[in-house]
């Protein structure tokens, strides 16, 4: 079992920054994929970023690469996604997600989440 709490949403202005972080509860953290997911209001849970277990890179939905950066820290049991130069367009509920397999896109295949933090973007 694996559980998860995020952490580090908040209000920003278009431009500005905010890095979230998702601990993880449970032995078996450093085994695991992890994705970042968001989901605004009236639409569906989207992909944001994946990491693979070893931490070597990231992969990025092409509407944020450049922008944001995943990473995570085993030792610590935390995933991050660091925010830069975030939009309107950005404002959505964020969730971590982590799975015991490679990482993926599809929401489904992820087998734990977090509850969501909340990230507003104003213009």
């Known amino acids: 079992q694996v559980q998860l709490v995020e952490s580090g949403g908040g209000l920003v202005q278009a431009g500005g920054s905010l890095k979230l972080s998702c601990v993880a509860s449970?032995?078996?953290?450093?085994?695991?994929?992890m994705g970042w997911f968001r989901q605004a209001p009236g639409k569906e849970r989207e992909f944001v970023a994946a990491?693979?277990?070893?931490?070597?890179?990231?992969n990025y939905a092409d509407s944020v690469k450049g922008r944001f950066t995943i990473s995570r820290d085993n030792a610590k049991n935390t995933v991050y996604l660091q925010m830069n130069s975030l939009k309107p367009g950005d404002t959505a509920n964020y969730y971590c997600?982590?799975?015991?397999?490679?990482?993926?896109?599809?929401?489904?295949?992820?087998?734990?989440w977090g509850q969501g933090t909340q990230v507003t973007v104003s213009s």
């Open positions: 997600a982590a799975r015991t397999a490679s990482t993926s896109y599809t929401p489904a295949e992820y087998n734990y």
């Open positions: 449970g032995r078996t953290f450093s085994s695991q994929s």
């Open positions: 990491i693979t277990w070893r931490g070597v890179r990231g």
